[in-house]
């Protein structure tokens, strides 16, 4: 297990290196000029020419990657043209509704996603299979930003029953604050339900199929043991790989629901970034996207690896 | 596992390599018989040529300008006059809804396509060349799948500016990896075997083999990817449109409508509905047609559930 821990961290450095240059660049992809892009045109051109000489602009492209390269591994990831702060103190503020989402989130899609995908596969070809597969058809194709308006709609608009946007924190104000993540954790985790029901059932199907399932069932065992004992544990090993996989989207799906929901996340940070035109902000919050995404990438592989035995080996 | 495309358990199956890689040409119009056999895969084709057809003739089928104003009909009830109803400032739903269908498929196709080029050359410079080049190139595409997909098709947007071209730019790039990957993987298989040894034996040229050879027997897995991953760059556009990337205002796009309409969703749901419903209705279409292909050109991933 030591050895695949090291040879994915080592494998991980020339991917990071790539990603900094990456983000680095993105600075440079923008057409023009990118200190006229980032303030208004009326903007003196003197003050133009402090933040070119701030941001390194005006020096030759290897010294400033040098320069942003130095600072990077010394924890400093720059500062926001628009606020003055440093990015990280930014993003820092911001992860708490991000984190608290992505575990409520989670928690929804596997209280729906276990249930439904086990029976699903159990009940093969009945109505519950029909309304399984149904549901994580409508999951997958449904984008975000309409789920969340639906479920807008539907509780909040004409039920009333819950905050449709804002937060309020659950570790302070406690039932006040988990009403209004309800919707935004609906939203991100049915989605995410959807996939990981049609992991689940599929590779149900498949664990039911094998011989150790015909033994079991013939020396006598109960379907519900059969499933508890033998089935389940196999299935979940594509369903940890799956939702390794769709980390990527749950990100990307934080981001609109975070901007529907009116969330202070990290998200929406990256939006309103965007639409500042606050280029060392965005190349920072995504650099911290992309590292941490990496990251909880590395670590779902070595869970792999650590629920199947066969993957250390290979 | 950990290596195959992120996202989608199907691609991932398409990762491996057809049985038996028979001429392409003589195959096509099976592929079509056993296409149209699969229970939804029409209903997909029909979802899709629908839409194809709504945005070549958007012009003509539109009742409306898009974008003509009607300040004193805002808001209004779908009724004869607007059998969708008015958005916020007076402009047919229909109208829009029908040019937006235009911007949907142009990004969709578009990106795909520049994807399924840009990674094509890629993975088969990787794959044929091997060695360092193999290794640059694939890292590179490691690189690029380091970043959530919706937050660097953000970023990118951000950069090349708004509009049609940067949102179809961006989603290619985001593509462009899911493409290189196969494309190698399916090089690294066909150079393998006899027929292709045989024609090095011939002393045939290593373009031609590529071309005469690699390409043709590579492009069944490249094609069902392209044909799933279009319903998904469909969907990324209109979040990106969503978001307020994408087409501009007052242009009209699925995403910014619905972007628009949802500040109304009590007094006039249906600016939001109609063009939700559109979005839903293709990318669901485009997934069974997607299904459909992959069944007919890979026999052994047909479904039997």
């Not at chain 1, 208004?40 to 005006?58: H, I, P, Y």
């Not at chain 1, 150790?212 to 544990?233: P, Q």
């Not at chain 2, 730019?169 to 045989?198: C, D, K, N, S, W």
Request: net charge positive; with cysteine; glycine share 10%.
């Amino acid at each position: 297990m030591g050895r695949l821990v090291l040879r994915r961290l080592l494998a991980t450095i020339p991917v990071l290196l790539l990603v900094t240059a990456g983000v680095f660049a993105l600075i440079h992809l923008t057409p023009g000029d990118p200190v006229d892009v980032m303030m208004a045109e009326s903007v003196d051109d003197s003050v133009k020419a402090t933040l070119r000489r701030q941001l390194g602009l005006d020096q030759p492209i290897y010294v400033q990657y040098g320069a942003w390269m130095a600072k990077l591994l010394r924890g400093d990831l720059g500062r926001s043209i628009r606020n003055g702060e440093p990015v990280i103190e930014n993003v820092g503020r911001r992860m708490r509704p991000s984190l608290q989402l992505a575990a409520l989130a989670m928690a929804i899609s596997l209280m729906v996603a276990t249930p439904l995908g086990i029976l699903s596969a159990a009940r093969r070809n009945t109505s519950v299979d029909r309304f399984g597969t149904t549901f994580a058809l409508f999951g997958i194709c449904m984008p975000n930003f309409l789920l969340a308006l639906l479920l807008i709609f539907c509780f909040g608009v004409k039920l009333r029953w819950l905050p449709i946007s804002g937060y309020t924190d659950p570790l302070e104000e406690g039932l006040q604050g988990l009403r209004s993540l309800v919707l935004p954790a609906l939203t991100l985790g049915l989605a995410l339900a959807a996939v990981v029901t049609r992991t689940l059932r599929s590779s149900m199907l498949d664990a039911l199929s094998e011989d150790y399932v015909r033994t079991a069932r013939a020396k006598g065992l109960s379907e519900s043991r059969v499933i508890r004992g033998h089935v389940l544990k196999n299935a979940l090993i594509p369903v940890v790989t799956v939702l390794g996989l769709q980390l990527g989207t749950l990100i990307g799906g934080a981001v609109i629901t975070e901007y529907v929901f009116a969330l202070p996340g990290v998200g929406r940070l990256v939006v309103d970034a965007v639409f500042a035109r606050d280029y060392p902000l965005v190349q920072g919050v995504v650099l911290l996207i992309a590292i941490g995404f990496i990251l909880s990438n590395l670590a779902v592989d070595l869970l792999y690896g650590w629920i199947d035995p066969r993957i250390r080996y290979r | 596992m950990a290596g195959s495309i992120r996202g989608s358990g199907i691609a991932e199956a398409a990762d491996t390599p057809l049985a038996s890689p028979a001429p392409v040409c003589g195959r096509r119009w099976a592929v079509l018989r056993q296409a149209a056999r699969t229970r939804l895969g029409p209903l997909g084709v029909v979802v899709m040529l629908l839409a194809i057809v709504v945005a070549a003739l958007a012009p003509a089928i539109s009742p409306y300008d898009p974008l003509k104003q009607d300040l004193g009909n805002a808001l209004a009830r779908p009724d004869r006059a607007h059998l969708m109803g008015t958005d916020n400032v007076g402009r047919d739903v229909l109208s829009r809804m029908i040019w937006g269908t235009r911007v949907s498929l142009m990004a969709g196709f578009g990106s795909v396509a520049l994807a399924m080029i840009a990674g094509g050359v890629l993975g088969l410079l990787a794959g044929y060349t091997g060695g360092r080049m193999d290794g640059l190139v694939m890292r590179l595409m490691d690189a690029v799948l380091s970043f959530p997909p919706l937050v660097l098709a953000l970023a990118l947007g951000a950069v090349l500016g708004a509009g049609l071209g940067g949102v179809v730019v961006a989603l290619g790039v985001v593509y462009t990896p899911t493409f290189a990957r196969l494309m190698r993987a399916q090089v690294l298989t066909i150079t393998a075997r006899e027929y292709v040894e045989a024609a090095r034996a011939l002393g045939a040229p290593g373009w031609r083999i590529a071309w005469q050879h690699v390409l043709p027997n590579a492009a069944a897995p490249i094609v069902i990817q392209a044909s799933l991953s279009v319903a998904f760059a469909i969907l990324a556009e209109a979040s990106l449109s969503f978001l307020g990337l994408g087409i501009q205002p007052p242009g009209a796009s699925w995403g910014s409508m619905i972007n628009a309409g949802r500040g109304y969703l009590q007094q006039a749901p249906w600016i939001v509905f109609w063009p939700g419903a559109a979005l839903f209705v293709t990318v669901v279409g485009l997934n069974f047609m997607g299904d459909a292909v992959r069944d007919a050109l890979d026999p052994r991933l047909r479904k039997t559930r």
